[in-house]
């Protein structure tokens, strides 16, 4: 049996980290089919549409799916709007596989610690901000103009149901780390944050071998800087999480190494999932091979780990990356004297031949 991949590569640097995380993959041995599919300013400029209806059928029918990145400025002015690549690919692309729970990793590689704006051994980090993706602020009804445009209105709505299912998902992470999560509110304030809460803390009591917390979002954006390491799982709403997972990014100094999983409902008895690199389609270095590939390679990881509970083959991949670091070996966006510089497909190959 094999386990079939939706790859969509997309734009800019997209097929060149893309294809180093496919080739990483291929050598964990494990049975994968591959399935290439155009998304993004390829996908219009050769299909008329940034998300193609065959690539999202592929999608559905796949058990995961490997983004690149979409975009890049031949494609900025694109009319209407909604055909730009991140409005008419990525949007419909989440809610079309109801991918409704972000997963952002934020670790300190430790060969890059220096790269951290906290000095020391305060930048060393390892959270996860689990970022509730289709609801709230950025959804709700209505969202419009009044007053002849005097006055805006956002609605800001959540459900029992959408709270409930990204603090299930946020346990079963939290029982492959260190069982801690904090759950980030405004409940001094907002009524959706009160419901948020109430749902989270019987969801606590229903499950005693995680130990739950609840802090204010203003209070966690503070924590994040003074004591980052307090944090094993930061479980929080669309907007909170928005804003304090760049932050916890940041913390690690390499947010262009940073993987990312959008999960959603188990499909076949596996999460379904949509894994990518937190960056974009790097249009100033494309087709050059110099983009680095460790955050697609780390998303493969991801991917390892979530939707097929790989453990072992993520943790070779994770592993093998932090030995080529050790080894002095980067791409040149990290490139510093005295290391070694290679191209895309030379880290791919540095990975792969570490994978122990
Ligand atoms: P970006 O992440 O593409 O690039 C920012 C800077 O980081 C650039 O200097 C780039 O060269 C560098 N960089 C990014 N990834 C790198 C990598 N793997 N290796 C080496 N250097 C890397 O962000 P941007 O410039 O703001 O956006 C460029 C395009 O990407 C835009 O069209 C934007 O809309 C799109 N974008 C797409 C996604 C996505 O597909 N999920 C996310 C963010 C931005």
Redesign the pocket.
Known sequence: MSFKIAVLA?D??GPE?TAEAVKVLQATGVAFEFENALI?GIAYDQKGHPLPPETLDLCKQSDAVL?G?????KW?NVQPASMR??VGA?LPLRSELNLYANVRPAKTLKPLLQASPLKGAAGMIDLVVMRELTGGIYFGQPRERRDGGKTAVDTCVYSRHEVERIALQAFAIARTRRREIVSVDKANVLETSRLWREVVTELGAKNPDVKVTHMLIDNCAMQLIRNPQQFDVILTENMFGDILSDEASMITGSL?LLPSASLSDPKDGRLFGLY??????????AGQQ????L?AILSAAMMLQYTFSDLGNAQRIEDAVEKTLQEGIR???IFEKGTKLVSTKEMGDAIIQRMT
Do not use: F, K, M, Y
């Open positions: 997309g800019g640097i980290v993004g983004l990145a979409v975009g890049g400025p900025d690549p991140e990525l262009g990518e690199p937190i960056h974009g389609s790097a249009p100033d270095i110099r983009a680095n590939p955050a791409t040149a966006d």
